[in-house]
């Protein structure tokens, strides 16, 4: 699958849903992947983007008790964003989606 968006669209490619043609996407595809335009990361300039953040403490994320940020993009889309306290690298971010009409959770 390839998936492209830029700052007012997107499309994608899905060959093995028998969809080698590009298609738009949806709109409500497009706004939960409407952070991937920001290169560093969507919490680089979140306010100049239109988003708004707010620190939910601390969680143990493996052995690390990463600080809990919650972000909400311009669309209300949120992402929750585990940072490590020593470097601030986001050491793992979790978005609740939709795909394929099931709800899913996306880590990475």
């Known amino acids: ?6 700052d007012k669209s997107g499309w994608s490619i899905i060959p093995f849903g028998g969809s080698p043609d590009p298609t738009v996407i949806t709109d409500e595809q497009f706004k939960a992947s409407a952070d991937q335009v920001y290169a560093a990361d969507p919490l680089t300039n979140y306010a100049v983007n239109g988003a708004k953040v707010e ?10 008790n990463a ?3 919650k972000y909400t993009n311009k669309f209300g889309i949120e992402t929750s964003y585990y940072l490590d306290p020593t470097s601030y690298y986001i050491i793992e971010s979790v ?8 709800n899913v959770t996306c880590r990475s």
Request: glycine share 12%.
């Open 67 to 69: 600080f809990k940020i």
């Open 1 to 6: 699958m390839v998936q492209v968006v830029s």
């Open 95 to 102: 978005k609740q989606g939709e795909m394929m009409g099931q």
């Open 55 to 64: 620190l939910l403490g601390q969680e143990k994320v493996n052995n690390v």
